[in-house]
């Protein structure tokens, strides 16, 4: 069974502070993760996905399928990066994304 | 369009009721996926459609959950006999292709609110 665990309903930092917000995922294959986020009022969005590689907005997340984690990371937090953050997962060229329970980012001024 | 559309964005209606609420994709997006959220929890996937047909059914509840997308573009999910758990905000996703993995990316709707007094 696929499963996406996020340890932290609400995560709260300072401006300038580092980011991780925790992922871990439970599949039997080779997964494909995702990192979604929710702005106040706004849709639910692509953020970054593992095979990318890249980094948005200063975030990153590197797959590490020996501890089945895919932790997101900033190293200096905006106020503008508050927002849900979900982590998803989805089997190799599947057709369907399994989503973790959230994680809410507030960044303090 | 600019991006995906559900209407209506809220809901109410009654214990036992008939509802539907209908997504409209953007255009040319193939896939098209249906996921509900419950208050305090992620999207759950419930269907998805490559074109008209359901390619994956396998999250609908019960028997009481039906999707259609007769034309390939617009969606309606319906629930009939409509219970207070099924309380929550219905999201609607449409992608270019039916992979949700390397080659896709979800694009979704802000979602219609259902609540079931």
């Known amino acids: 069974a696929q499963r996406v665990t996020q340890p932290e309903k609400l995560l709260s930092v300072f401006k300038g502070a580092p980011v991780e917000l925790k992922c871990n995922y439970s599949?039997?294959?080779?997964?494909?993760l995702f990192w979604y986020v929710q702005y106040s009022r706004q849709r639910l969005q692509l953020l970054l996905r593992?095979?990318s590689r890249e980094s948005i907005k200063g975030f990153t997340a590197d797959l590490n399928k020996g501890e089945t984690s895919f932790h997101l990371k900033k190293p200096f937090a905006q106020e503008e990066d508050s927002a849900m953050y979900y982590c998803?997962?989805?089997?190799?060229?599947?057709?369907?994304?399994?989503f973790g329970a959230g994680t809410i980012l507030r960044v303090k001024s | 369009g600019a991006g995906v559309s559900q209407t209506p964005s809220n809901k109410v209606t009654e214990k036992g009721k008939y509802v539907e609420l209908r997504c409209d994709p953007i255009s040319g997006h193939t896939a098209l996926y249906w996921y509900r959220q419950s208050l305090g929890q992620g999207p759950e996937f419930l269907i998805y459609?490559?074109?008209?047909?359901?390619?994956?059914d396998s999250g609908l509840p019960n028997d009481r959950f039906f999707a259609v997308r007769p034309e390939g573009s617009v969606s309606t999910l319906k629930i009939q006999r409509t219970e207070r758990g099924d309380s929550a905000v219905y999201l609607c996703?449409?992608?270019?292709?039916?992979?949700?993995?390397?080659?896709?990316?979800?694009?979704f709707g802000e979602g219609s609110r259902l609540t079931v007094l």
């Open positions: 599949y039997s294959g080779s997964p494909e």
């Open positions: 996703a449409s992608s270019l292709t039916g992979n949700s993995g390397s080659a896709g990316e979800l694009f």
């Open positions: 998803a997962l989805s089997g190799l060229g599947g057709n369907k994304l399994v």
């Open positions: 459609f490559q074109g008209t047909g359901a390619a994956d």
């Open positions: 593992h095979i």
